[in-house]
């Protein structure tokens, strides 16, 4: 951007101190892969979860992406919101608690790993830094089909909060350590990740420019079924929260009605919980 001066040499002096960092951390002698599994034993651990599926898993997927986007009204977000304070938890916790409910509705399995992405920018020093720090941790939970949804809650957010904490291990590591068979017809690890995004105003502007963001759905993706939950304001109105969803789905596995029918349980979900914890 003509006319504008960036601090370059400030933040070269910033990134020669961070450098080090990942190696330190990388490096440390605690198995990398156990970390990340949010401090639970990867041996067992599924390399497929074994969602429904519209077509059979080709070979080789074309990674060819479709996506369905809904949305959780003011009233339920906030009973959400108000419910996660309540049992001490995140937002993020819960929705992941609940979309293992899900995911075992589905798939009849109680040992469900999904993925989410982490900023990584748990050191001061990288603050001011402009630069891609983000990992993906793999999260493993295994619960009792018969417990209280209580007491899933209480099993992901100690894996959640596990996990987070050894945030630094890069996931290429995991991948690695895990030796897992590779294949080109799934994802390694988890094949269904989830995040939680803060709502981001649409537009901003720089002196003599005017920058405005577009949202444009994903052609490709890497994964089965990837779900992003957007926490949303009406324009001037920080009482109306609301969650927004996207969906992106491998087109050659799942049928858009089927996709679907998966987020009207969810909801459905999301309701039982708030009303019967229990």
């Known amino acids: 951007v003509s006319g504008v001066e960036f601090p370059r040499e400030e933040n070269r002096r910033r990134l020669e101190h961070v450098v080090d960092l990942p190696k330190a951390t990388v490096l440390r002698p605690q198995p990398a892969h156990l970390l990340t599994f949010g401090g639970a034993d990867p041996d067992g651990a599924a390399d497929l979860i074994d969602l429904p599926l519209d077509h059979l898993r080709p070979a080789t997927q074309s990674k060819v992406s479709r996506n369905h ?104 590591m995991v991948v690695e350590q895990l030796d897992l068979p590779r294949t080109d017809s799934h994802a390694p690890v988890f094949q269904v990740p989830l995040a939680l995004q803060d709502h981001t105003d649409s537009s901003f502007e720089l002196p003599g420019v005017a920058i405005e963001f577009e949202d444009h759905p994903r052609t490709l993706t890497d994964y089965d079924l990837s779900v992003t939950f957007i926490e949303s304001w009406p324009a001037g109105d920080r009482s109306g929260h609301y969650l927004r969803g996207n969906v992106d789905y491998a087109a050659d596995l799942f049928d858009p009605r089927s996709v679907a029918r998966f987020i009207e349980f969810f909801e459905r979900i999301a309701r039982q919980v708030v009303a019967e914890p229990d």
């Open 69 to 172: 986007q809904f949305s959780i009204g003011a009233g339920l977000a906030a009973e959400l919101d108000e419910f996660a304070l309540e049992h001490g938890v995140s937002l993020f916790m819960l929705l992941h608690a609940m979309w293992l409910v899900l995911l075992n509705r589905l798939s009849g399995s109680a040992d469900i790993t999904i993925g989410t992405p982490y900023a990584g920018r748990g050191e001061r020093a990288l603050d001011d830094l402009v630069g891609m720090f983000v990992n993906s941790l793999a999260l493993r939970t295994h619960f009792g089909v018969e417990d209280a949804f209580t007491d899933l809650l209480a099993v992901v957010k100690e894996t959640d909060l596990a996990a987070i904490s050894n945030a630094d291990v890069p996931f290429e």
